[in-house]
């Protein structure tokens, strides 16, 4: 689906994302001259181009009415406000692409779209292909079981199914646990998120293996808390971050821009509270309060006086 709205120009967003990879940053341009391929293509079509996910609340998923909603594209906002005044253009349009977990990579490498707004990892595999932002959240691969299940821990599942959405970093962490352990797992892939809920649901599978926040947020949204439950240990470390193409240090630096700006300003937690804390707008409410590890992420992009900076 591709859907283009007129944004108005806000600083609510932000975002706070790994950066993988080091490269010198360009000041802001005069006339549009001197852009970078992402940033020039952008100011000739009035066109951001923001990757979204439909079923990874809070991060990117869709309302009531379709729309896509979330912190991560709340973050993209506030991108999207810098890329602006950096191409001199105070009228972009978004132009949300639908994206999943197997071809997110592939939609920013082959510039389909410019920004991919969801729940990504950032590692140093996935850093060969395409940039990414500061940290903007820490997760890690937990179960998701039937409430009356007997597994607790990732051993209960010896020769058990597991489903796992494809294209993501937990995927490879089953595999991984599953050799280590030498578990016998039988591990099935889904396309994405809901999909791996409802093979959970219809009893095809054990346990959903994914990030433990994207758990929450989807025991949250169809209301299964007396279902389901969240279990384990971590079997990965998952920093989130936005992705964007590699090799454009000035793109880097309006993403880093953006960033900085929505933690000098104190903007940042709030942003956090609102959709970690507070009833998002579908009706769930998730009650993940900030982390000190990410607090301490947000409070070294403070730039301003008296800030960690």
């Given at each position: 689906?591709?859907?283009?709205?007129?944004?108005?120009?806000?600083?609510?967003?932000?975002?706070?994302?790994?950066?993988?990879?080091?490269?010198?940053?360009?000041?802001?341009?005069?006339?549009?001259?001197?852009?970078s391929p992402t940033l020039?293509?952008?100011?000739?079509?009035?066109?951001?181009?923001?990757?979204?996910?439909?079923?990874?609340?809070?991060?990117?998923?869709?309302?009531?009415?379709?729309?896509?909603?979330?912190?991560?594209?709340?973050?993209?906002?506030?991108?999207?406000?810098?890329?602006?005044?950096?191409?001199?253009?105070?009228?972009?349009?978004?132009?949300?692409?639908?994206?999943?977990?197997?071809?997110?990579?592939?939609?920013?490498?082959?510039?389909?779209?410019?920004?991919?707004?969801?729940?990504?990892?950032?590692?140093?595999?996935?850093?060969?292909?395409?940039?990414?932002?500061?940290?903007?959240?820490?997760?890690?691969?937990?179960?998701?079981?039937?409430?009356?299940?007997?597994?607790?821990?990732?051993?209960?599942?010896?020769?058990?199914?597991?489903?796992?959405?494809?294209?993501?970093t937990n995927e490879q962490?089953?595999?991984?646990?599953?050799?280590?352990?030498?578990?016998?797992?039988?591990?099935?892939?889904?396309?994405?998120?809901?999909?791996?809920?409802?093979?959970?649901?219809?009893?095809?599978?054990?346990?959903?293996?994914?990030?433990?926040?994207?758990?929450?947020?989807?025991?949250?949204?169809?209301?299964?808390?007396?279902?389901?439950?969240?279990?384990?240990?971590?079997?990965?470390?998952?920093?989130?971050?936005?992705?964007?193409?590699?090799?454009?240090?000035?793109?880097?630096?309006?993403?880093?821009?953006?960033?900085?700006?929505?933690?000098?300003?104190?903007?940042?937690?709030?942003?956090?509270?609102?959709?970690?804390?507070?009833?998002?707008?579908?009706?769930?409410?998730?009650?993940?309060?900030?982390?000190?590890?990410?607090?301490?992420?947000?409070?070294?992009?403070?730039?301003?006086?008296?800030?960690?900076?």
């Amino acid at each position: 689906m591709h859907r283009a709205r007129w944004r108005p120009i806000r600083a609510e967003g932000l975002v706070l994302a790994v950066c993988l990879l080091a490269a010198p940053a360009f000041g802001q341009t005069a006339g549009g001259e001197g852009l970078s391929p992402t940033l020039a293509n952008i100011k000739a079509t009035h066109t951001v181009r923001i990757g979204y996910r439909e079923a990874s609340p809070p991060f990117s998923f869709l309302d009531h009415s379709n729309r896509p909603i979330g912190y991560s594209l709340e973050l993209c906002d506030a991108i999207v406000d810098e890329i602006a005044a950096e191409v001199d253009d105070a009228n972009l349009k978004i132009d949300y692409v639908k994206v999943t977990s197997d071809d997110r990579i592939p939609a920013v490498v082959d510039k389909k779209i410019d920004l991919e707004c969801g729940s990504t990892t950032a590692n140093a595999e996935r850093g060969k292909q395409v940039a990414f932002s500061p940290l903007m959240f820490v997760a890690g691969t937990k179960l998701m079981v039937p409430k009356a299940s007997r597994v607790n821990q990732v051993a209960d599942l010896k020769g058990k199914t597991v489903v796992v959405t494809k294209g993501t970093t937990n995927e490879q962490a089953m595999h991984n646990v599953d050799a280590k352990l030498s578990l016998g797992l039988n591990i099935v892939t889904a396309g994405d998120h809901d999909q791996s809920y409802q093979t959970l649901v219809d009893g095809k599978a054990d346990a959903f293996a994914t990030d433990d926040i994207l758990l929450y947020g989807l025991i949250a949204r169809h209301k299964s808390q007396d279902k389901f439950r969240v279990t384990g240990d971590y079997l990965s470390y998952d920093p989130y971050g936005i992705m964007y193409r590699k090799g454009e240090p000035q793109m880097k630096d309006v993403v880093e821009r953006a960033f900085r700006k929505l933690a000098s300003n104190r903007d940042i937690v709030p942003l956090y509270n609102k959709w970690f804390v507070a009833r998002l707008p579908t009706g769930e409410k998730l009650n993940v309060a900030l982390s000190p590890q990410l607090e301490e992420a947000f409070k070294a992009l403070d730039d301003s006086a008296g800030g960690a900076n």
